[in-house]
C-alpha cells in the first residue's frame, strides 16, 4: 500500500515539478524563452491524472505563461501572445485527453469486472467434505490478466457416487475457455444422469466432438468412487491419478487409457481400490511438465511427502510453493490440482459435509 501511495503521489507532483522547473529555467536562464514549453505539465497531468488535477495544472500554466513576460520582458509582444496562446491550447487538449482518457478507464473497469465474474463462474467450488471424502483445489494460470484457461476439474456427488474429472483442453485462450465450458456442462448433466461412469464419459466426448474444430480435443480423467471404496477410473489420454498412503504414493494404473474427447467414441473403466485414510491427486500436465530455467521437468515423486501434510489445504500450498520455485515463478501452463482423500469413519462422524457453495482455495 505503501508502494501504491507513493507512486499516487509521484504521478500527482510530477506535472507540477516539471512546470515549477521550465518557470525557473524560463526566469533565470538568459536570451531563451521556454514559455511555449509550459503546456507540457497539463500534459503530462493528462495520462495519469484526473481531469480536475490536469483543469489546475493547465490554469496555473496559463497563469505562469502570461506572467512570465514580466521578467522575460516581452509582456504584451506578439511572441508573447502566441506563446500564451499555444500554452492555453495545450492545456485544453490536456483536459480533453484526461476526460476521454477516465471514461475509457471506467469502462474497460466495468469489462473486465463482468470478466472476472464470468471467470470465477467457471472455477468449479469444490465441497469441503462430501460423502466421506475431503477435498481441496487449485487452479493456477499461466496468463497474469485472466483467472482461467483450458484447464477444467469438477466434483459432483451423486445419489450412491461421488464422481470427479480433471481434463486439459488443448490450446489457450476463449477457444479453449469455450470448450471447458462444454465439457463441465456435459459432465454435470451425465453424472447424475447415468449409473455408469462409461456412459458419462461417452456425453463428455460427443459434447466435444459437436464443439469442437477439427484439430481441437481434450484429455480427460473420470474417477467414480463408491461408499466401500471401490474405485472406477477412465483415462481419455491424461495423466493417472497418483495414490497417496502416508508420504508415499504410486500412480493407479489405468488399463485401457482412451484417446482424448473429441477423439474417443468407447471408454473402458479401470477397478481399482480406495483405502480410508489414503489421499488421491489428481492434476493437468502443468504439473509435471513444468520446467525450469535449464529445461529441466518439476518432479513430482520428489514432492509427494508434502502432500501428506496435516490437512489438504496445506498439502496444495506447500506443492504450488515448490513448483513456483522451480519454474522462477511463471508458468507457462495453466495447472489444476484436485486432492482428496478418503476419511476414515471416526473422521466423517466428526464431519458435515460442506454445502455445494461453499469457497475452494485457488492460486493464481
Not at 500554466?61 to 502570461?66: E, S
Not at 448433466?189 to 474444430?213: L, Q
Not at 513456483?324 to 495447472?335: A, C, S
Request: proline share 5%; glycine share 10%; net charge negative.
Amino acid at each position: 500500500m505503501r508502494t501504491r501511495g507513493s507512486a499516487a503521489v509521484a504521478a500527482d507532483w510530477g506535472p507540477a515539478g516539471l512546470l515549477g522547473l521550465l518557470v525557473v529555467a524560463d526566469a533565470v536562464i538568459p536570451g531563451i524563452s521556454l514559455t511555449g514549453f509550459f503546456g507540457l505539465a497539463p500534459l503530462v497531468a493528462s495520462a495519469t491524472g484526473a481531469p480536475a488535477v490536469t483543469v489546475l495544472v493547465g490554469l496555473v500554466a496559463v497563469v505562469a505563461a502570461v506572467v512570465s513576460g514580466t521578467w522575460d520582458h516581452r509582456f504584451g509582444s506578439g511572441q508573447h501572445a502566441a506563446a500564451c496562446v499555444l500554452v492555453a491550447a495545450q492545456a485544453a487538449v490536456a483536459v480533453y485527453v484526461a476526460v476521454v482518457r477516465l471514461r475509457r478507464e471506467r469502462e474497460l473497469g466495468r469489462v473486465r469486472a463482468v470478466a472476472d465474474v464470468a471467470q470465477r463462474a467457471l472455477l468449479p467450488v469444490v465441497p469441503g467434505t462430501v460423502d466421506g471424502i475431503a477435498f481441496a483445489a487449485r487452479y493456477l494460470s499461466a496468463a497474469a490478466e485472466t483467472l482461467v484457461g483450458g484447464d477444467l476439474y469438477e466434483v459432483v456427488a451423486t445419489a450412491g457416487n461421488t464422481r470427479m474429472i480433471i481434463g486439459d483442453v488443448k490450446g489457450k485462450g476463449l477457444p479453449a475457455v469455450r470448450l471447458t465450458t462444454v465439457v463441465l456442462g456435459a459432465f454435470r448433466e451425465a453424472a447424475v444422469s447415468y449409473p455408469e461412469i462409461e456412459r458419462v464419459a461417452g456425453a463428455c466426448t460427443r459434447a466435444v466432438s459437436r464443439e469442437a474444430g477439427a484439430e481441437d480435443f481434450v484429455t480427460a480423467l473420470f474417477v467414480d468412487v463408491c461408499s466401500d471404496g471401490s474405485l472406477r477410473l477412465i483415462s481419455a489420454g491424461h495423466p493417472p491419478p497418483i495414490l497417496l498412503s502416508g508420504s508415499s504414493g504410486r500412480p493407479v494404473a489405468v488399463t485401457e487409457p482412451s484417446p482424448p474427447l473429441g477423439i474417443a467414441e468407447n471408454f473402458t473403466a479401470t477397478a481399482s481400490q480406495w483405502d480410508p485414510g489414503d489421499r488421491l491427486l489428481l492434476f493437468t500436465d502443468g504439473l509435471i511438465e513444468a520446467r525450469d530455467s535449464n529445461r529441466v521437468f518439476f518432479r513430482l515423486d520428489d514432492h509427494l511427502a508434502d502432500l501428506a501434510a496435516a490437512t489438504l489445504d496445506a498439502a496444495l500450498d506447500r506443492l504450488v510453493v515448490h513448483l513456483h520455485g522451480h519454474v522462477g515463478g511463471n508458468l507457462h501452463d495453466d495447472l489444476a490440482l484436485l486432492l482428496a482423500e478418503r476419511l476414515a469413519a471416526c473422521d466423517r462422524a466428526a464431519q458435515h459435509t460442506a454445502p455445494r457453495g461453499s469457497p475452494s482455495s485457488h492460486s493464481a
